[in-house]
Every structure is written in C-alpha cells, then in structure tokens.
C-alpha cells in the first residue's frame, strides 16, 4: 500500500490528534451513538472543562473525523461519514492481536 505525501501528512495528523486520551474518548462516546447527533453538553463527562471538551471537539472535526451542526446556542456533534465502521474495524483487529 502506498500513500502520498499529502495522505502520511494526514493520517499523522490523525494519529497526533487521537493520541490524547480525551479527543479519543470524545471520539468514542460519539461512536456509542451510531451516528445519531449529540450536544456538547452530553459529552462534558470527560474530566475536563466544557471549554477545553469543545477545544477537543474542533480539532477532532477539524481533521474531518467528526462533522458539527449549530442549533440556535447547541452545537451538536456526530462521527464523519466512514468513521464509525473504520474505528470498529481497528478495534476488531488490536482484539484479535495478542501484545
């Protein structure tokens, strides 16, 4: 498999910002809701400050890993498009690998 440049620049860019523990929780809650719409609000149960939840939120849809829609004051949040079945198909394979 060969990847371009612009494709490792991305996907380390991924790796980067699902290295910290927060962003990949995030990440995880978000996938607990099979792609149904939830509100910063529901997600603050990280252990960190709303605000430092929505920092974590824009870099997560920054990259393209989860989209963000504004309702009046709410701005609720879900996987991207792929990113659901990607992450359950990685999660699948670290199961069936023994470290």
Not at 65 to 83: A, C, K, P, S, T
Request: proline residues 1%; positive net charge; contains cysteine.
């Amino acid at each position: 498999m060969e990847l371009s440049t612009a494709d490792m620049a991305w996907w380390s860019n991924v790796f980067k910002t699902l290295g910290d523990p927060v962003r990949l929780q995030l990440l995880m809650q978000l996938a607990e809701h099979s792609g149904a719409e939830v509100a910063v609000h529901e997600l603050a149960d990280v252990g960190v400050s709303l605000a430092t939840v929505s920092h974590h939120l824009k870099r997560l849809r920054c990259i393209g890993l989860i989209e963000g829609r504004r309702d009046g004051r709410l701005i609720y949040y879900r996987l991207g498009v792929g990113v659901r079945s990607a992450l359950m198909q990685i999660l699948h394979q670290r199961s069936q690998v023994d470290v």
